[in-house]
């Protein structure tokens, strides 16, 4: 496993996802995350998921997915001794991450320029939907409703199906990926200079972020930004394309890829056809190329075809299912899926995934079991000079 955080301590405050996610990225590269969850219910994901049982035992399928290699210490922030408890951890941290919405942590006496008091040099990650100032920074934000404001719906579908979500928590998942690459750039100045950080993510301005091309269509060239479905408006043919069996992805982008093409299925006239000569003719044609290219493909399966374009130099792949992918050869000889065992119940092993990066040092990749909701509360502590009967008092009060 690779250790490039190795020594590095993250609190983490956050829940469901964005964060949770963030916090999962810092684990496989050997941060030491420490969970810290409300007593009794913890993390909201711990109840999510399609198995109820796990639910039930507050460690469920979405909870699992993104909190190996963590560990979990419960804490009530709202009452006294719990804060003057958190503070003591920051005074030992190098991270504190959190996804309240703007301002709660202030109101808890628990923001960063109170944390910097307390340890001047740490690291503070806020993850909210909209950033911590601005007229919308007091909304609550979920990612259907970030994937709605962005824009992203908008061009996602085609004109019939549009305006659609993106199939999974896209904006959540960028959300965490920007705070991880924000915290690990302000790991990297504060050895160099000593200064701690206050890292302000908006999921909306992330997600915004990694839609350039969009964007820049707009702010740059004025061209409003519209639903093209499984076409690329950039080119002809670049799209998904029916088969005799499945769909496939076909993104032949330059001239001679399309004369490859156009060999490859056997119609070597398109190279000559005056509606396809450049790509500028062919997006003018685009139906009508694509309506050619679609009765050429029914001769071959989506996967005969994909190999054979590849064979060929045209980029293409077929159209797969997530179990699908998840069982290819490619992905298991790159080692991309990690089984994780719980010590307490060896028989319970789960398959999630590592980073998709891998390292000449040690794959990135989570060191434990997700923790059971306070599994070391007692662990944490002690470290911090509670002894055991004031651990069973605060348990008393529920404070942990």
Sequence with gaps: MAQLLNGVRVLDLTNVLAGPYACYQLAQLGAEVIKIERPG??????????????????MGVSFLAQN????????????????????????????????????????LGLGYESLKEVKPDIIYCAISGFGQDGPLASRPAYDQIIQGMSGLMSVTGNEQSGPLR??????????GMAASFAIAAALFRRERTGEGENIDVSMLEATLGTMGWVVSNWLIAGVRPT??????MTAVPSGAFQTRDGLVNIAANQQAQFERLAKVVGREEWITDPRFLNPELRKQHRQEFNALLEEALQARSAKEWSDLFNENDIPAGEVSTVEDTLD???????????TVRDEARPEDAIRVVRSGFRLNSGDPAPSSYPPRLGEHTQEILSTLGVSDEEIQALQAKKII
């Design 68 to 107: 190996a290699g963590k560990k979990s210490v419960t804490l009530d922030l709202k009452q006294p001794e719990g804060k003057e408890l958190f503070k003591k951890l920051v005074q030992k941290a190098d991270v504190v991450v959190e996804n309240f919405r703007a301002g709660v942590m202030d109101r």
């Design 328 to 338: 290819t050869q490619q992905l298991a000889q790159r080692d991309f899926i990690k």
């Design 227 to 232: 639903r093209f479905g499984n076409q690329n």
């Design 41 to 58: 219910q913890g993390d909201l994901a711990r109840t999510l998921g399609p198995d109820r049982e796990r639910n039930r035992q507050l």
């Design 166 to 175: 993106v199939g999974y928590p896209v904006c959540d998942t960028i959300g």
